[in-house]
């Protein structure tokens, strides 16, 4: 089975870091240990209202990390112009809510209007691949590849935080989606809400090729250690992987 990606969301060290201000605990710091421990990238999401991650801690991500950079944003003028200057190697398109704690759920294709195919456009001219974060809807994956998206991001939080009894039917809505995904000839990438619990089904799954984790990974590290916590995840992944 081929490989799989591992990319480690960072954004919730920023989250610590703007509790108290200064400077520390640094971001690009936990991306280097995290590559250095056995992660394949780094995550960050720059959200309109900057409440984790701030324009600086992407450039320095992208300038002093020597790993591929997944930049997660909407898709809005500010982000493309962004995300045009800096070059990340993929951007992961989500919906936005000021309002939310968190991303609740996938970006509904289907209602986007123009400016996303355009977005997908720019980006695509800039040489960054395109992802969207998207529930695992066969018509919402079929409309991603017809605006020209290369991969897509499986939403997986209602699998991996809904109830455990409810957990084989989502493992199925899910992997549908990812062979739907192979079909319409998308990469398919998995992500959200992901645990020492969960990850491994998802893995397990060989049309997946990345999976990003981030808030439970950076919690568990308050107790573990980054470096171990990402190479615990490394060595579940790889297990699942394994034939």
Do not use: W
């Not at 590849?145 to 290369?150: K, P």
């Not at 990469?187 to 645990?195: D, M």
């Not at 799954?205 to 470096?227: K, N, Y």
């Amino acid at each position: 089975m081929t490989h799989l990606d591992f990319s480690v969301n960072v954004d919730h060290v920023a989250t610590l870091r703007n509790a108290r201000g200064g400077a520390f605990p640094c971001p690009v710091e936990a991306a280097r240990i995290a590559v250095e421990a056995g992660a394949d990238g780094v995550t960050m999401h720059l959200r309109e209202d900057r409440r984790h991650i701030r324009d600086a801690d992407v450039e320095r991500v992208r300038a002093e990390v020597a790993a591929p950079l997944n930049f997660e944003m909407a898709a809005t003028e500010e982000m493309v112009a962004f995300a045009e200057r800096i070059r990340p190697s993929y951007c992961c398109l989500v919906p936005e809510k000021r309002a939310e704690l968190t991303t609740e759920g996938g970006l509904d294709v289907l209602r986007a209007g123009p400016f996303l195919a355009q977005a997908i456009d720019r980006l695509r001219a800039a040489e960054v691949r395109v992802s969207i974060f998207i529930e695992a809807d066969p018509a919402q994956i079929e409309a991603a590849a017809r605006i020209g998206a290369q991969a897509i991001e499986l939403h997986t939080g209602t699998y991996a935080e809904g109830p455990v009894a409810g957990r084989s039917a989502q493992l199925a809505r899910l992997k549908a989606g990812a062979v739907a995904a192979r079909a319409a000839g998308l990469l398919c990438h998995a992500g959200h809400g992901l645990s020492y619990d969960t990850v491994g089904p998802i893995a397990a799954m060989p049309e997946v090729t990345e999976v990003s984790i981030g808030h439970f990974l950076i919690s568990q590290s308050v107790f573990d250690g980054l470096a171990a916590v990402v190479r615990r995840f490394r060595r579940l992944m790889d297990e699942a992987r394994t034939p």
